[in-house]
């Protein structure tokens, strides 16, 4: 039985048919890192009671990530489902999936984990990323260089930059830094919908993140719950002390900056945060920078001219990401043709792009491409299509597909779909749950009025 007191930093759930490739792996892990790794070797039987005896303390006792290495065998298996089930809705665990091989996700496979972290163990830059993250994330390294070069890191020290771009921390004999962010004043409703910012940004754009930032996410929030000035200061330092040369986490910053979510007086300080993001050719950064000269935020004067310079900018990076399979660079293509941000609107472009997009899986993609093919002002109108996209991408996560779908679902439509107040209620509470907090109470109630006066349907 595992030894309670033991502390693992992985967890490593596989198929024990997939042995001879993942365990070389796992020792390439511990020998690059010095972590320590928990793995369901051949000499522990399978069985409910292992799994509750060793498998379950091993998962809560992880303090990294829980590594799942992806395989039609592992997808197979009932135990690998059941761990990475517990890891993920129960212990709260940073899941990570491996691929090693071509085998593609099942449908319930991709519906239950599809948020997860996907890591390709066979393309170098990739696995750099992993092992770069992993050791971020581990408590025991320590800090130990002003640069971010990772020559001559042992497997107990890492490299964390002190570029601040604006954000400059300071020592403090108490923290180790000092806090210069202001403790932003917000509601209870606004602290709420922050918890869910890591959910829709990753539903919404597939986008792999450093693995630092769910510990980020998560200490803002419980910094602003409990409105502790010390966990504020935690919280920020985390922040400032990830991987600033990573172009997508400065861009991240930036957004967060530029939305007043480190407070009012922070905004300006988005611009130095946008600008080395561009700088790395991050297309988001980008389209972020051009936003702020459009509406004058961010620490941007209002300039339409260089807006839409920066526009043009994005789009040839857009293009560039996109060649390479980007289906978040394929939707904002789109965007930036339909809508005219370019200079003229392409919206036959725009929407090739979106069918692109599409393709990836982007629910943005299919929010907006549904809107096209309910209108029918550039493409043949089809509700038939139009409601199947609106579904996928509200499955996808987008709270305004939810939206979307409780009106279709409430009013019906012709030929297509009888109306249910039921299914109207359903879309709307998800649409409530996963965007601001009562958001959608009208509508909820006014549907559990009618709900009890006729018994939840109608024909349309």
Known sequence: MLDSNTQYDIFISYSRKNKNIVLPIKEEIERTLGLRCWIDLSDIPCGSENFKRNVIPGIKQTRVAFLFFLSAESQASEYAIKEIGFASKRANKRVILIRFNDDEMTDEFYFDFQNADIIDWRVPEQKKKLLHDLRVNSPGISVTSETNSSANVTPNQTTIPTVSYGMNLGGDSQYGDSYTLSHPSVSSSYATAWKLVSHS??????????????????????????????????????????????????????????????????????????????????????????????????GFPQNQEISQSWYVKAFESIKRAAIKGDGRAMYHAGRLCRFGYLGEEHPKEGIAWWEKSVQTGNCEAQHWLSREYASGEFVVKNMNKAISLCVDSAVGGLVSAMTKMGRYCKEGVPGVMNASLNNALMWYQLADEHGKPHSCKNQIDELLEQINNDGGSRNA
């Not at 930032?213 to 803002?220: I, K, P, R, T």
């Not at 910094?223 to 040369?245: C, G, I, N, P, Y």
């Not at 861009?251 to 009012?264: D, K, N, Q, T």
């Not at 988005?270 to 389209?287: S, T, V």
Request: with cysteine; proline share 2%.
């Open 201 to 298: 940004f990753k539903r919404n754009e597939g986008v792999v993140f450093p693995a630092q930032w769910d510990g980020m996410l998560d200490a803002f929030w419980k910094a602003w719950s409990v409105k502790s000035e010390e966990a504020m200061r935690k919280a920020t330092s985390l922040f400032l002390k990830a991987d600033q040369h990573d172009p997508e986490l400065q861009y991240r910053i930036g957004a967060m900056l530029s939305l007043g979510w480190f407070g009012e007086s922070q905004r300006a300080k988005a611009k130095a945060w946008y600008e080395a993001a561009a700088g790395k050719d991050n297309y988001m950064a980008m389209l972020g920078i051009g936003d702020c000269y459009r509406t004058a935020t961010g």
